[in-house]
């Protein structure tokens, strides 16, 4: 079984990247093998609407995204983590998203199954403590594990912790995560 964790925070060490790793390694300890993707590392444009993709599934855009698309489908589980911006998430992530659009278009256009069903997971952390924060970004993460063919099956959804590390200061959230890599696994 592989597990992938995106991480889609610019902030290296900050509070989603701790929860990310977290998981992952709750994941881990049910054996699993691992790997973590960092989105503001990688050199990805947004989608270009040139919908080349509508013919073969294929984006043409050659960057960073080109390999990651080989690891989304052979991936059994995904955990996506993002703070959030402005009520979605962050510009890196939806960056990947967007160009996703190639595996919605195989998957719904080109009614192409070739794309294995897995499980997925959202991690979200927003400074505010607004009702609706995580309105957006659910939304956008379930439609993004729809086009790569996810059950969304796990969240952690946290408000009110903003600055680098602070989530250390809450450790119930680091277990919280850690469970959540765990139950992937067996969901």
């Known amino acids: 079984m592989k597990i992938l964790g995106i991480m889609g925070s610019p902030r290296i060490k900050g509070n989603t990247d701790l929860l990310l790793d977290e998981a992952l390694k709750g ?3 049910q054996g699993p093998e691992t790997e973590k993707i960092t989105a503001s590392s990688l050199k990805i444009a947004p989608c270009r609407e040139i919908y080349a ?7 043409p855009i050659r960057d960073d995204m080109t390999a990651l698309y080989d690891k989304i489908i052979a991936a059994d589980a995904i955990i996506v983590a993002s703070p ?6 962050s510009p890196q992530l939806l960056s990947l998203i967007s160009r996703c659009q190639a595996l919605w ?4 256009v080109l009614k192409n199954l070739d794309i294995p069903v897995k499980r997925g997971a959202f991690i979200a952390v927003g400074a505010t403590k607004g009702l ?13 594990f729809k086009a790569i063919n996810a059950e969304y ?3 952690l959804l946290i408000r009110g912790v903003d600055k680098q590390g602070e989530i250390k200061d809450h450790p119930d959230y680091l277990v ?5 890599g765990k139950r992937l696994v067996f969901s």
Request: glycine fraction near 4%.
């Open 53 to 59: 993709c509508l013919k073969d599934g294929k984006c």
């Open 132 to 144: 609706k924060l995580f309105d957006g970004p659910k939304l956008t993460i379930n439609y993004f």
């Open 176 to 180: 919280s995560a850690y469970t959540l």
């Open 84 to 89: 959030i911006f402005f009520y979605t998430v």
């Open 27 to 29: 994941a881990q300890s």
């Open 105 to 108: 278009s195989r998957k719904y």
């Open 153 to 155: 099956k796990e969240e």
